[in-house]
């Protein structure tokens, strides 16, 4: 089952209640990908995290098929997002004394008994196609590149129908950054789940299908996600 | 915390415990029988000892002053002993008093308070291996308050 | 119900307490726990935090063992001057003070006291209901060693008839108690008075005695005594030897009241439990003695230390509290450490009481972890300190947990680990997206 997004009027406030963005309309066919971009500060990330469910303050309408996450209470948004989506850190946020499997498959241990196999056979086998051969050793004594595809496998063992990444490249070194970038979009294309990316890395968001630019707490053309072709040509020609 | 207190609360838990309130049960607790009651004129034991033998009982009394301390053991006494000149005559005495055998530690009482020591009823000549006290009449796994 | 309940043998009776304090708990933990895998995020957890765990743990264990060794130190306390105690069931003495007289005769504490003469020995002697009537003559001394003199009877009545080697025969032989540095074979000349002055040459009495037997270990500071024949003490002071002349070589009862030099004390002992309240209140009618049990001096004395106890047990308890108080606290910051790793588990779906789960378990650990520790140090303590009490009186303190330190550890437990929602609840305050960024 993939998940349309669908967002109209979409207003997010700070605790204090002063505006933090304004999205009119964002539109995202399944298992597309989208990359937000703009200068710190911008929105960007309060786009995602809203988009995840993580917010409170919202008004407006973030529509993932039928589901209106606007509406939903604290405790749903998070049964949602157990259910359909994976998120992916600039820090990682791994447990460091556990080890890669542990990690990958972190949502094996408060989810139901029967599901969790299922889950850690996904982070082993999601593990191994990233390309991390000791699967037990402690994180600890991986590297940056290393540790970010822990944190993909993990985002995908419990098969999201979205992926949500904050900035996934920016603690990474230039080599291991394009190496992570396309093993994400690939495996997001495999598996046919919707990625949305949040980055200031060009090279990222050249390899995603739609670029959103946010500038000032609202998309930089009024037109919003109507006009990302154009910000994507840009792209292409950096 | 006292002991007393915490039998208390102990026995209110295993009340609450079988999901049956405690007052129910107490108010259906049997009778406090009296010292003397328990004795015959001729000094050996009464009809009504000798019916309750082997029974759990209830008696009231006063704990004597300890023979012993720290241990598991004490003497109930019909009256509060203190040492008085004129009314104790060795004929009153072995009729006066019950020695009780304790589940736990003798936690004393001052003689002149009002106590009931409630325990298994045991009759016979018995001498205490440890104190080397023989008694005629004894309360046994006992327990007071 | 009542009779079930008073049937019951003290270790279960002690159980379903423990249990009474508990069940909340093992309830808490068990709503909170079920159907998650959340021990290996605790571990870790723990591993990460290590020394601050570590910390918390000792300083739980510190204040559990504090409480628990005092108590158990003060029983251990009781028990052990009690047991000393045992074999003195009625004392008569003339009068004066209860307490001193107890300290002299059953403490051999040296002091100042007054004799009881021939014919009230001889009135308690043959009384029917006295099953032993022994004159304690004590206030010489040998080196350290109280040196007193009573029968043969009372010898074996201290030793429940174990002496190794034999009784004495003669009037000039000694029976020595375990700790008294002499050994069967062995000659002394007991000094007039007992410590430091006492074994000066010129105080020493022209008397030789040579020890036939030895006492087994009683706990109690006649294990450093020298046993003699009354007699024998009577004789070195120039005293009639308590018997006519023409009997001048008997030892032991019966004395003749006429050649009583006195006794300082008396130890009476009767078969028939009421007898001996009988005794009691006879011996004390008359003007010339006073009769006290002195085990219930002994436990009038416990009753002050009793509530010396309760208001030290208050103090371990709030101190305990305090204690737990700073530690809730202090694992109150600690969320703080892991908020990022709490953050992360909501993003990736977590429900609510998982995370409470994981902060609840965590402090769980630590809190049961020093409790149980604590039990272990008051233990280690209590039994330093007893060993330090019986090397300095004599009196053989042996300090063992009992089911009070364990109800009190148990009712500390079950309250900190209730409290210990609180920093699981303060987790879920924490704000998210905030720990999420960098």
């Known amino acids: 089952m993939t998940l349309a997004l669908d967002v109209l009027a979409l207003k997010v406030s700070a605790d204090s209640g002063q505006p933090l963005l304004e999205i009119p309309h964002l539109a995202l066919a399944p298992g597309r990908s989208l990359g937000i971009r703009g200068p710190s500060g911008a929105g960007k990330s309060t786009l995602l995290y809203a988009l995840s469910g993580l917010l409170d303050r919202l008004e407006g309408h ?3 098929g039928d589901t209106n996450l606007v ?41 139901p008994r029967r599901e969790r196999a299922g889950i850690r056979a996904r982070a082993a086998e999601h593990l191994q196609r990233l390309g991390i051969q000791d699967a037990t050793r402690r994180v600890a004594s991986f590297s940056g590149g290393e540790r970010q595809r822990v944190a993909v496998a993990r985002a995908l063992a419990a098969n999201p129908d979205i992926l949500l990444a904050d900035e996934p490249t920016a603690s990474l070194h230039r080599s291991a950054a394009d190496a992570l970038s396309q093993d994400l979009v690939a495996l997001a294309r495999d598996a046919g789940t919707s990625l949305i990316v949040v980055s200031h890395d060009e090279r990222l968001l050249a390899c995603m299908d739609e670029v959103l630019t946010i500038a000032d707490g609202r998309p930089a053309d009024p037109a919003g996600a109507d006009n990302t072709d154009a910000d994507k040509r840009i792209v292409d020609h950096a | 915390m006292n002991r007393r207190t915490f039998l208390a609360s102990g026995l209110a838990t295993a009340g609450l415990l079988v999901g049956t309130p405690l007052v129910s049960r107490l108010a259906q607790a049997d009778t406090v029988i009296k010292l003397r009651d328990l004795y015959a004129r001729d000094r050996g034991v009464s009809d009504l000892a000798l019916s309750l033998e082997g029974k759990r009982i209830t008696v009231d009394g006063f704990m004597a002053p300890p023979l012993k301390a720290e241990s598991e053991f004490f003497v109930l006494t019909r009256i509060p002993m203190a040492v008085c000149p004129f009314c104790e005559t060795e004929a009153d005495w072995p009729d006066d008093i019950l020695a009780v055998y304790t589940k736990r530690t003798v936690d004393v009482v001052p003689f002149n308070i009002r106590l009931q020591a409630r325990g298994v009823l045991e009759l016979g000549s018995y001498r205490d291996p440890e104190t080397g006290f023989l008694s005629m009449v004894r309360l046994a796994d006992a327990s007071y308050s | 119900m009542r009779d079930f309940w008073d049937g019951l043998p003290i270790v279960a009776q002690e159980m379903l307490l423990l249990g009474a304090w508990l069940l909340p708990i093992l309830l808490i933990g068990a ?20 020394w601050a765990n570590l910390t918390f743990v000792v300083l739980i264990a510190v204040a559990v063992g504090m409480g628990s060794a005092l108590i158990a130190q003060e029983r251990g306390l009781r028990q052990g001057s009690a047991k000393a105690a045992d074999k003195f069931d009625l004392l008569v003495t003339p009068p004066g003070s209860e307490m001193t007289m107890m300290l002299a005769a059953v403490y051999l504490q040296p002091s100042d006291v007054g004799l009881l003469d021939g014919p009230t020995y001889q009135q308690i002697a043959r009384h029917e209901r006295v099953e032993i009537a022994a004159p304690l003559a004590f206030g010489d001394s040998y080196r350290q060693s109280p040196v007193v003199g009573t029968t043969a009877e009372f010898t074996r009545h201290l030793t429940d008839d174990s002496v190794e080697g034999r009784l004495w025969n003669t009037t000039y032989e000694a029976v020595v108690g375990a700790a008294a540095g002499l050994a069967i074979g062995d000659t002394f000349q007991p000094s007039h008075g007992v410590g430091e002055e006492a074994g000066l040459e010129a105080d020493s009495h022209d008397a030789h005695f040579e020890v036939v037997g030895r006492m087994p270990r009683t706990g109690s500071p006649w294990d450093r005594a020298i046993l003699v024949p009354v007699e024998a003490v009577w004789e070195v002071h120039g005293l009639a030897n308590g018997h006519a002349p023409e009997r001048r070589d008997q030892l032991g009862p019966p004395f003749d009241a006429d050649y009583f030099p006195g006794t300082p004390a008396i130890i009476v002992k009767a078969e028939e439990l009421w007898a001996n309240y009988a005794l009691r209140s006879e011996f004390s009618r008359n003007e010339n003695t006073m009769a006290f049990f002195p085990a219930t001096v002994l436990t009038d004395l416990y009753r002050v230390m009793g509530d010396v106890r309760q208001a030290m047990s208050i103090t371990t308890l709030v101190t305990q509290m305090l204690v737990a108080a700073s530690v809730l606290l202090a694992l109150l910051i600690l969320s703080r450490l892991f908020a990022r790793q709490m953050a992360l588990l909501r993003a990736l779906g977590a429900p609510n009481r998982f995370l409470m789960a994981v902060v609840w378990g965590y402090c769980a650990v630590l809190i049961l972890g020093g409790t149980l520790l604590g039990l272990g140090v008051g233990q280690g303590a209590a039994s330093v300190l007893s060993a330090v009490i019986t090397q300095r009186t004599d009196i053989l303190v042996e300090a063992r947990l009992g089911w009070q330190e364990i109800r009190l550890a148990a009712a500390f437990a079950g309250i900190t680990l209730a409290l210990a929602m609180l920093p699981a609840l303060a987790v879920l305050r924490q704000p998210t997206v905030t720990h999420l960024r960098s």
């Open chain 1, 71 to 111: 509406e939903l209470s604290q405790r749903r948004r998070a049964a949602f997002r157990e259910r359909h989506v994976g998120m992916i850190f600039q820090d990682f946020l791994l447990f460091e004394e556990l080890d890669a499997l542990t990690n990958a498959g972190l949502s094996a241990l408060f989810r």
């Open chain 3, 31 to 50: 709503a909170l726990l079920y159907g998650f895998a959340a021990t290996r995020l605790i571990r870790a957890m723990l591993w990460r935090f290590r």
């Open chain 1, 62 to 64: 973030i529509g993932w």
